[in-house]
């Protein structure tokens, strides 16, 4: 037992202690930083949170252009999305709702809430990237970790919570309330918390998802994604015609036309922006597909023929397939 280099454990070496339970300031440490991590950088990409911004029904945000690439090819886009995006019910851009956040100008120095003295209405990041500095347009108290925000939907206006809740009647679900910078009308229940942390406001959002589906719609109160090709195809089961309107809305469903084929460009898309970043991401994936072309070595190119090899295929010049090339057939 001695003499060998070894050592003889106790028991204090060998029997584990139990896990400290943490302080109430380190907890409250590791929110904030949560929450900061979660108002600053898009839960998908890892990139900083830059207009345009979108929202999915519990809250989180994301960089649009992150959340397209996601949805036009999942898993090689980013490897983590399924994590990230499980038990949120995104599985379209009806699925999310664009924030309009209001941006601190420059001479607005002064927010009520602001961290930081920059008059560029950006805030400075730790890692030098910068951001835009998002404000309440009634409070106008910063909107961001360590603050209660939320949205309204299906404007995607966001405000302190406390502007919200002053500002609205009697709260009851069934009224229809005004939103205070675009006019436009929306139900108490659809106020969105922003980055959530409390389980009461996950459990309600949660609830209102539940809802929501089963009167088939959407987060962004748009009908469910191929309602409308379902009502169609039972008319026509019952013999009754689908009517234009119908028809015209039927051609293209869930990315796909009525022939069978996908729609890979941004031609049916209304809203511009969403356009714009469509074809922006296809031509980026058009592109690494020639750049990979071209740097294909001779060994994987001659697995392969051109259309002029095709074409002389079994004249004895290179035609055939890569396990019959180089070999003829005695006459």
């Not at 490897?79 to 309009?100: A, C, P, Q």
């Not at 234009?244 to 869930?254: Q, R």
Request: positive net charge; proline residues 4%; charged residues 30%.
């Amino acid at each position: 037992m001695g003499n060998d280099g070894g050592s003889i454990p106790t028991r204090r070496e060998l029997v584990k202690s139990p896990t400290a339970q943490k302080t109430h300031s380190q907890l409250r440490t590791s929110q904030t930083q949560s929450s900061f991590y979660h108002w600053t950088y898009c839960a998908l990409s890892k990139r900083p949170l830059s207009s345009p911004i979108v929202s999915d029904p519990l809250g989180r945000l994301y960089n649009k252009d992150a959340l397209l690439e996601w949805l036009l090819h999942g898993l090689e886009a980013f490897g983590d999305g399924e994590e990230v995006l499980k038990s949120r019910g995104v599985k379209s851009l009806k699925d999310v709702v664009n924030i309009n956040f209001q941006v601190l100008d420059a001479p607005e120095e002064n927010a009520v809430g602001s961290i930081n003295g920059n008059s560029n209405g950006k805030e400075e990041g730790a890692s030098g990237e910068r951001k835009e500095r998002w404000v309440c347009p009634i409070t106008r108290k910063e909107l961001g970790g360590g603050v209660r925000a939320v949205y309204l939907v299906p404007c995607g206006c966001a405000f302190a919570e406390g502007a919200i809740k002053e500002t609205t009647g009697a709260g009851k679900e069934g009224q229809t309330e005004e939103c205070l910078q675009c006019g436009k009308g929306y139900n108490p229940r659809d106020v969105i918390n922003i980055n959530p942390t409390a389980e009461a406001d996950i459990a309600r959002l949660q609830n209102r998802m539940k809802e929501l589906a089963e009167f088939g719609l959407t987060h962004s109160l748009k009908k469910v994604a191929g309602e409308k090709s379902k009502k169609r195809k039972a008319k026509e089961a019952d013999g009754q015609k689908a009517t234009p309107t119908e028809e015209m809305n039927g051609k293209v469903v869930n990315g796909k036309s009525s022939n069978g084929k996908s729609s890979t460009n941004g031609d049916n898309i209304k809203n511009s922006a969403t356009a714009k970043i469509t074809s922006k991401v296809l031509a980026d994936e058009q592109q690494k597909a020639k750049i990979r072309k071209v740097e294909a070595s001779d060994a994987i190119k001659s697995l392969f023929t051109s259309k002029a090899e095709s074409k002389d295929r079994g004249k004895g010049k290179g035609g055939g397939d890569f396990m019959t090339r180089g070999y003829s057939l005695p006459k």
